[in-house]
């Protein structure tokens, strides 16, 4: 998956305007507009392209950063977490409402 910042960057470092490294890749100013903006990705053909015009590689285009992995790790334990909390409160709230019921409670 191609990293949106790391393109823009790219090309910016370059003095590329979006319609010119567009060009340069076969695709359109627009492509690249959606590409830097997370919205669409390109197929691999269009990455390699787009790595050729900017003197770069596939690898640092779509390669993550090892604090980016992991804050990407954090946030995935703490979602689970979450999850895993109201999990923990809504079969709470079953075995109670359940002792009620049958006043075992």
């Known amino acids: 998956m191609i990293k949106p910042e ?3 960057n790219l090309r910016k470092a370059k003095s590329l ?3 010119a490294l567009g060009k340069m ?3 359109s100013a627009v492509s690249i507009n959606y590409y830097e903006m997370g919205k669409r990705q390109p197929d691999q053909s269009t990455l ?3 790595a050729r ?3 770069s590689s596939v690898k ?4 993550n950063n090892a604090r980016e992995i992991a804050d990407d790790g954090l946030e995935m334990l703490k979602l689970q977490l979450e999850l895993m909390t ?3 409160d809504f079969w709470r709230q079953k075995v109670q409402e ?3 019921a049958h006043s075992l409670s």
């Open 6 to 8: 790391t393109l823009k």
């Open 17 to 19: 305007t979006q319609s």
């Open 25 to 27: 890749a076969g695709v």
């Open 48 to 50: 390699e392209a787009l």
């Open 53 to 55: 015009a900017l003197g």
């Open 60 to 63: 640092e285009l779509t390669q």
């Open 86 to 88: 109201k999990e923990r």
């Open 98 to 100: 359940f002792l009620k």
